[in-house]
């Protein structure tokens, strides 16, 4: 039985469901996201120094180090944003191939992202900076962790419609197009996220 308002927009809300329900999904994610930036900024306004001086001192040089790191990365994801955004068009205009191209470009900028992070994370840890150091590393590590976990589900669910769930297109191509858009709004989030958290963290220390 096929389910109402799967492909077809509702008469009341004027989305399809799986639209409906992305919306919502990121509703509860701006509250989370939201909580973790409020306590960033009353631990910040409360500190007598920021960033904290802890066992290994400041990390404000290591900051400045890491700020092209930062940048590169801001530059990848909002990249990743304009390809998510051309893979959906390319579907809307039934070019098959260039979906691919796209979606696939979009993941590849997914996992440089995740692996100059690693790259980052690696250098803090080694120079002694780990979440127990202070405040400020405590919060980097949550906020960039929890960033870092949701681009990860992000590089699962579009690997996943790059392989398998490609199958959709030769049976439902509306019902696919309609993922893509919704996968593509989820990824647009976790891109703003990011934008709030490069100066935040890197830049206003």
Known sequence: MEIPYNVELREDTGLYNSKLGIWLFLASEVMLFGGLFSAYILLRTGAPVWP??????????????TIPHATFNTVILILSSVTMVMAWMSLRMKDLGKFKLYLGTTIVCAII??????????HKIHEGFVPSHDTYMALYFTLTGLHGVHI???????AYFFGPGLKMWDVEPQRFTNRIEIVGLYWHFVDLVW?????TLYLLN
């Open 52 to 65: 904290p001086i802890g066992e290994h001192g400041s990390i404000t040089h290591l900051l400045t180090e």
């Open 113 to 122: 992202f995740l692996v100059v992070k690693y790259f980052e994370y690696s």
């Open 152 to 158: 990860l589900g992000g590089i699962v669910v579009l």
């Open 195 to 199: 934008i709030f958290l490069f100066p």
